[in-house]
């Protein structure tokens, strides 16, 4: 069959024989004029999955949120977009050793922090996932261990992991000791619970992490169901354009001795392939199979 014999239903088709000009049906004998025509009456279903595209890749896949204090510095300056992975928790891969993390409020640790009002477009672009939402009370820290973790630091560090001592020298910033000699957190020796992670921020004199929060009802573990995901990039402002690895230090041979081994990890390399399949699939029995029957 040629391609001038496909017929419509209930008609002849465009195989009549009339010349193009002639089987246009628009007002002015214009076929553009009525595709430019359809375009607008399709533009609000277009903008319309878009919008439910974002919120969708909000929800469940990346996410934008802005850097509040100077608490991550230098790894993250206030006024930094960071995008965090939504995704792979969804797998069950649970926070790593190393990740800068993004997580909900496990205790009230940000009391008496102001909250920014949003202006009406602020609100638009959070919601669609274009700017973080002001109204979430979110933190954002490095995770140091993870359930089965020894944490101990004593005098100005070394800081030790399971008695592993860190070299924190590529992301501690400069002029700080890994831990603080004070009497309100500085100093300790303590075990990770399961499902749990211990938190801290780069700029150790600078930030009011898991240290100086274990009055509350967690002893300052952030619970691993208040994770929202780990920030993978620093997409703003462009200058600053980065990914957000983790350190070398967390990758050093009898780290894990003593913890004990959580839920494996899912990369976005696995993913991928895993969505591919189906498709692959999908491709062989629509064009493989389907030459198969006409050769029948």
């Given at each position: 069959?040629?391609?001038?014999?496909?017929?419509a239903?209930?008609?002849?088709?465009?195989?009549?024989?009339?010349?193009?000009?002639?089987?246009?049906?628009?007002?002015d004998?214009?076929?553009?004029?009525k595709?430019?025509?359809?375009?607008?009456?399709?533009?609000?279903?277009?903008?319309?999955?878009a919008?439910?595209?974002?919120?969708?890749?909000?929800?469940?896949?990346?996410q934008?949120f802005?850097?509040?204090?100077?608490?991550?510095?230098?790894?993250?300056?206030?006024?930094?977009?960071v995008?965090?992975?939504?995704?792979?928790?969804?797998?069950?891969?649970?926070?790593?050793?190393g990740?800068?993390?993004?997580?909900?409020?496990?205790?009230?640790?940000?009391?008496g922090?102001?909250?920014?009002?949003?202006?009406?477009?602020?609100?638009?672009?959070?919601?669609?996932?274009?700017?973080?939402?002001?109204?979430?009370?979110?933190l954002?820290?490095?995770?140091?261990?993870?359930?089965?973790?020894?944490?101990?630091?004593k005098?100005?560090?070394?800081?030790?992991?399971?008695?592993?001592?860190?070299?924190?020298?590529?992301?501690?910033?400069?002029?700080?000791?890994?831990?603080s000699?004070d009497?309100?957190?500085?100093?300790?020796?303590?075990?990770?619970?399961?499902?749990?992670?211990?938190?801290?921020?780069d700029?150790r004199?600078?930030?009011?992490?898991?240290?100086?929060?274990?009055?509350?009802s967690?002893?300052?573990?952030?619970?691993?169901?208040?994770?929202?995901?780990?920030?993978?990039?620093?997409?703003?402002?462009v200058?600053?354009?980065?990914?957000?690895?983790?350190?070398?230090t967390?990758?050093?041979?009898?780290?894990?001795?003593?913890?004990?081994?959580?839920?494996?990890?899912v990369?976005?390399q696995?993913?991928?392939?895993?969505g591919?399949?189906?498709?692959?699939?999908?491709?062989?029995?629509?064009?493989?199979?389907g030459?198969g029957?006409?050769?029948?």
């Amino acid at each position: 069959m040629t391609p001038g014999n496909h017929s419509a239903a209930g008609g002849e088709g465009p195989g009549d024989g009339q010349p193009p000009a002639e089987r246009g049906g628009s007002d002015d004998g214009s076929p553009r004029a009525k595709q430019h025509r359809s375009f607008w009456k399709e533009l609000p279903i277009l903008i319309g999955i878009a919008l439910v595209l974002a919120l969708l890749i909000k929800t469940f896949l990346v996410q934008a949120f802005s850097i509040p204090s100077d608490s991550m510095q230098n790894t993250l300056q206030q006024g930094d977009r960071v995008l965090v992975d939504k995704l792979t928790p969804w797998f069950g891969s649970e926070p790593e050793r190393g990740e800068v993390v993004v997580f909900h409020d496990p205790d009230n640790w940000l009391a008496g922090e102001p909250t920014p009002e949003p202006n009406p477009l602020q609100k638009v672009l959070s919601w669609i996932g274009l700017m973080p939402s002001a109204e979430e009370k979110d933190l954002i820290k490095r995770v140091i261990g993870v359930g089965g973790d020894t944490i101990e630091c004593k005098g100005t560090g070394p800081l030790k992991v399971n008695g592993m001592a860190l070299d924190e020298s590529s992301y501690v910033y400069p002029g700080n000791t890994p831990c603080s000699q004070d009497d309100q957190g500085g100093q300790f020796k303590l075990k990770v619970p399961e499902d749990h992670i211990w938190v801290m921020g780069d700029h150790r004199q600078n930030s009011r992490d898991s240290r100086y929060n274990r009055a509350d009802s967690n002893e300052g573990f952030v619970p691993v169901d208040k994770v929202v995901g780990r920030a993978i990039v620093i997409a703003w402002p462009v200058n600053r354009w980065t990914n957000l690895p983790v350190p070398d230090t967390f990758d050093q041979p009898g780290l894990d001795a003593a913890s004990s081994a959580g839920a494996p990890s899912v990369a976005p390399q696995g993913l991928a392939l895993a969505g591919a399949v189906p498709l692959v699939l999908w491709r062989r029995r629509r064009y493989g199979g389907g030459a198969g029957r006409e050769e029948g």
